[in-house]
């Protein structure tokens, strides 16, 4: 794949991951605005990720049949779609109609442009190298989404967050998913493979039958679970600690940043790692980050270590990404990466839950010393990832 061509690619997720980013962020506010509580905003919230966790495998099954273009103009229609009604209708019921069409075309969108960078790619040095470029477009989306939503609707309007501030957000919220469509609509696809004749029907699950592909999904989830349990944890940890929310949110902000970099300098040693070894000495680092961090009660200490965790939990997905499109039938990367994505999404739902009951129950620092010591075990699964 042409430098030009994937930085297209990229700019274009970002303009419709952006939409997702910036609605999430504008929603919430005015439905807090129109008196709504906060459950009903928890509810609003919640919509954004649903959709992708119920269209994933869909979304990756189409996509293996119709390439990247179909895909990506029906999610520019939702995405679009989606902010013009919130536009039109600034009601709760239609902000939770743009949450699920947003959201749901992310999802798709994700998964049509993963499998079209893997599948563009020629060897698997390039293939580390695209998805760590790619891995970027998130980070990017859900800093310019919501900043540029922040700043209409404290600027645009007659008055700070008055109604026509609003509209004039979710105007521009859906004016960007048509430049991801001028961006990728001209995007060279890879010839499609052919499915074989008289080969009975294939369901996504079939893929769990496959050993490496368990082991690589098991994998992911740990890494995933992993981030998570630092995003809802360390809020609690740093309150107990007597920290101001403005120092824990630049700690968290210091991972997301090192994240960021993280996927910025892979590509630069691509050809020098595999796979396996950078997923393993993340699974290390982390599982050493989560014993030594409720241990810690300066702020510079635990940013320290919220670098260091993002450096390694950053580097993970590029990697896993890489190893899901050798080990899958080529006809198939889009149900796969519709498998994970549907695996991660439910985790995130879920896992937040569970960590809020085990903290009740064993503490704050029980709950990171159980996901380090989880991590630890799950080294050995990392250490049998082979292609």
């Given at each position: ?29 005015l ?26 495998l ?40 743009a949450a ?14 993963q ?26 989306a ?39 469509w ?20 294939t ?43 403005s ?49 810690l ?28 499109h ?5 006809a ?36 990171f ?18 292609l």
């Amino acid at each position: 794949m042409k430098g030009s061509e994937l930085l297209r690619v990229i700019v274009a997720q970002v303009c419709l991951h952006a939409t997702m980013a910036g609605m999430r962020l504008a929603t919430p506010l005015l439905a807090l605005q129109q008196g709504y509580s906060a459950a009903a905003v928890g509810l609003l919230i919640a919509l954004f990720a649903l959709t992708q966790v119920f269209l994933a495998l869909p979304a990756g099954r189409f996509a293996d049949r119709h390439g990247l273009k179909r895909p990506l103009w029906l999610s520019v229609i939702a995405a679009s779609g989606g902010a013009g009604l919130a536009l039109i209708f600034p009601v709760f019921p239609v902000m939770c109609i743009a949450a699920l069409l947003t959201g749901g075309a992310t999802g798709a969108t994700v998964i049509a442009l993963q499998r079209h960078v893997g599948r563009s790619a020629t060897d698997p040095t390039q293939l580390k190298r695209v998805f760590s470029w790619l891995a970027i477009a998130p980070a990017a989306a859900n800093f310019v989404g919501p900043f540029l939503a922040g700043m209409l609707i404290d600027h645009a309007g007659r008055a700070p967050a008055d109604l026509l501030a609003f509209r004039i957000c979710f105007a521009v919220m859906a004016f960007l998913p048509l430049l991801c469509w001028l961006l990728a609509r001209g995007a060279h696809e890879p010839p499609r493979v052919a499915p074989v004749p008289g080969a009975a029907p294939t369901r996504a699950w079939d893929l769990l039958r496959e050993p490496m592909f368990r082991r690589l999904l098991f994998v992911n989830w740990l890494q995933s679970s992993s981030w998570d349990v630092h995003a809802f944890v360390l809020p609690v940890l740093g309150h107990d600690r007597g920290i101001s929310a403005s120092v824990i949110g630049s700690i968290l902000g210091a991972f997301a940043i090192a994240a960021a970099v993280i996927r910025i300098v892979l590509p630069l040693i691509a050809s020098r790692a595999s796979e396996r070894s950078v997923i393993l000495s993340s699974t290390v680092v982390t599982a050493a980050v989560f014993a030594i961090y409720p241990l810690l009660n300066s702020p510079w200490t635990m940013g320290i270590c919220s670098v260091v965790l993002g450096f390694a939990l950053g580097a993970v997905q590029p990697m896993v990404m890489s190893m899901l499109h050798q080990i899958t039938p080529h006809a198939r990367h889009g149900e796969a990466l519709g498998l994970r994505l549907m695996t991660i999404n439910a985790s995130s739902v879920a896992m937040p839950m569970l960590f809020g009951s085990l903290g009740a129950l064993i503490g704050i620092a029980g709950v990171f010393w159980v996901v380090g010591g989880v991590l630890a075990l799950g080294a050995k699964a990392t250490w049998g990832l082979k292609l």
